[in-house]
């Protein structure tokens, strides 16, 4: 039995004081009202409905039953209306997490098409190249860059970051361009990424024709922060390996030159990641959907 579709007949016929016209109401068959309300009345193992040839009334346990379940009824059937239109226009305050340069050059630019889409959605981002607990600290999905192993946790794919290595003219002039990844580790200085928290550098590995290399190399300066990466870079403090997404404006302009362009390395996945409870929530649904966009649309992010 559809227990639903059962008290939403037993109540219509109330109603509207006839089956026929409950049946028409609901666009149903007057039979599979009749066997709803049947069905019904054999679960509660009572009589809610007298029926006679002319008329319908509640028996007095279907007066009682129709007093609390059509209330019921109500909140259920509102409940559901406000979904619909949360659906549709959900509103309401969004936590965000991601590193630093994804926000400032890629989603935040972005950000007056999502706004015009969603005006009653408040975003609030937090920024840094530090992972954030979406538990402890209430984020609601966070932007993560590399392979995401925690099985408790939901990660959608929205794309992949290409790589690309670069210098500023005025570096590559006094030190020339390298020819081989190899030449990296004994001419060159570099501009290297570590992660927070751990330390640890982002690894260098280039391909070609079935060549790999892994660069070491010395660096000046290391940094945990994507923008800050490319700040080094454009000072002309060495060669920077980093997603073309970062780089691409400032090599259109000459800012920088890449190096090495036929070798590449692996890319790196994007992922939007978010706890199974907030699943449900429509403001990360329409949020996660429009960064998968974003990504399919933007170069050098997939």
Not at 208 to 217: A, L
Request: contains cysteine.
């Amino acid at each position: 039995m559809d227990y639903f579709a059962s008290v939403r007949a037993f109540t219509r016929v109330v109603e509207s004081g006839s089956f026929v016209k409950a049946a028409a109401s609901l666009d149903l068959p007057r039979n599979t009202l009749t066997k709803q309300v049947q069905a019904l009345e054999a679960h509660l193992r009572t009589k809610l409905l007298n029926r006679t040839t002319r008329r319908v009334s509640m028996t007095n346990d279907g007066a009682a039953y129709y007093e609390r379940m059509s209330r019921i009824m109500e909140e259920w059937e509102e409940v559901e209306s406000e979904l619909a239109h949360a659906q549709a226009s959900p509103r309401g305050r969004l936590r965000v997490d991601m590193a630093s340069a994804t926000a400032t050059q890629l989603v935040i630019p972005a950000l007056p098409a999502f706004h015009a889409r969603y005006p009653d959605v408040q975003l609030d981002i937090g920024v840094s190249d530090r992972p954030a607990d979406l538990i402890s600290e209430r984020v609601d999905c966070v932007v993560r860059a590399g392979k995401v192993t925690d099985p408790s946790l939901i990660a959608r794919h929205v794309g992949d970051l290409p790589f690309v290595a670069c210098a500023t003219p005025d570096y590559l002039k006094k030190h020339g361009k390298p020819s081989h990844p190899g030449d990296l580790d004994d001419n060159y200085m570099l501009v290297r990424y570590f992660f927070s928290g751990s330390g640890r550098q982002l690894p260098i590995e280039l391909a070609r024709d079935g060549e790999r290399v892994t660069v070491k190399g010395r660096h000046f300066i290391a940094v945990n922060d994507g923008n800050a990466l490319l700040a080094a870079a454009l000072a002309g403090l060495g060669i920077a390996h980093m997603p073309a997404f970062i780089v691409q404006s400032h090599i259109d302009a000459g800012r920088l030159i890449p190096v090495l362009v036929d070798w590449t390395a692996d890319v790196i996945p994007i992922s939007i990641v978010y706890s199974p409870n907030r699943h449900l929530s429509t403001r990360v649904r329409v949020f996660v959907d429009w960064m998968v966009e974003l990504f399919r649309a933007r170069p050098h992010t997939s």
